[in-house]
């Protein structure tokens, strides 16, 4: 870990990609009668993850509000969709922030080597 905001963006990704999981669960099921759609609460795990050691999932929650089908289930390939793109997104953000720090680092060093 390069520094404080380095750890802070590794677990950012490493929610996101618990959170792809969920999404990719649910998407899987959209026709398993009486499945409840999953997700975690972001902002909560997030915040909480920093006072974990890392490697602990996060907390799995059925999302409420959800319209539910004759069959009990209540996932949504619209509202997954969209959760999905979302995540890819801010992924890719995430990834090339954490990019950064690594050049700016390597950067210095190499400034020391030859300095």
């Known amino acids: 870990m390069l520094d404080g905001v380095s750890g802070d963006l590794e ?4 929610l996101l990609v618990a959170r792809q999981r969920l999404v990719a669960s649910n998407i899987a099921n959209v026709d398993t009668p009486g499945y409840r759609t999953k997700d975690i ?4 795990e ?3 993850a920093a006072e974990r050691m890392s490697g602990v999932s996060p907390r799995v929650v059925e999302v409420d509000g959800l319209p539910v089908k004759n069959d009990g289930n209540d996932v949504s390939i619209d509202r997954e969709s ?4 979302e995540n890819a997104l801010r992924f890719q953000v995430a ?6 720090q690594i050049r700016v680092v390597k950067a210095a060093i190499d400034e020391g080597k030859n300095g």
């Open 11 to 14: 677990r950012y990704m490493d």
């Open 41 to 44: 609460q972001f902002q909560a």
């Open 46 to 48: 997030f915040l909480n």
């Open 82 to 85: 969209r959760l999905l793109a």
């Open 95 to 100: 990834s090339n922030l954490l990019r950064s």
